[in-house]
């Protein structure tokens, strides 16, 4: 099933849980810590609607005074600052689903902008399936995005530890990224 398809056919806590993982991952970009969105993963497991919206606050705190915004940021981290400020403060299914999407399209492009690959088919050609001559970071990212949206449609909230997990080790592959590509600017 393509990306589109399952995102379609996603409940309220697997579009939150995309986005939301879509999100983590891209969190090097903007300066923050492993941990800044934990608090939002745990609204997801305990299920409670209303400490989504404060958690969501305390985390743009958390991230603008990390790495406030500025005229230097490349495209990329603007776009991992979008989906920060695009999360909605409701869960409601359309409210998410919107939301999902939008980070899915977003870190995929993410990821094409820091893969020195090129990728010659269109962000929105991947997310349906046609995966031909992807290149490898974005490979791994449309994986990653599939992972947690099958993860959560198979396993229901016993998925979210696991779909943490792939949003994790997604974190760190991007950091390393950031961090090489850091380096090559000095």
């Known amino acids: ?71 230097d940021e490349d495209e990329a981290a603007l776009l991992a600052r979008r989906m920060l400020a695009a999360a909605p403060a409701g869960r409601t299914a359309g409210e998410v689903r919107l939301w999902a999407d939008a980070c899915s399209v977003a870190s995929l492009q993410i990821h094409r902008l820091l893969d020195p690959a090129e990728d010659p088919a269109s962000v929105d050609s991947r997310r349906q399936g046609r995966t031909d001559g992807m290149s490898p970071l974005v490979a791994a990212e449309l994986r990653r995005q599939i992972t947690v949206l099958e993860l959560l449609a198979g396993r229901g909230p016993a998925g979210l530890r696991q779909a943490l997990e792939v949003s994790t080790e997604g974190r760190r592959v991007l950091r390393a990224v950031v961090s090489r590509r850091a380096r090559g600017r000095v």
């Open 1 to 71: 099933m393509s990306l589109v398809e399952l995102i379609a056919q996603a409940d309220e806590r697997g579009l939150a849980a995309s986005g939301l993982a879509c999100l983590d991952r891209c969190v090097p970009l903007l300066g923050g810590d492993d941990e800044v969105l934990r608090p939002l993963w745990g609204t997801l497991a305990e299920g409670r609607d209303g400490d989504w919206a404060d958690r969501l606050e305390q985390a743009r705190g958390a991230l603008d005074a990390a790495c406030p915004e500025g005229p």
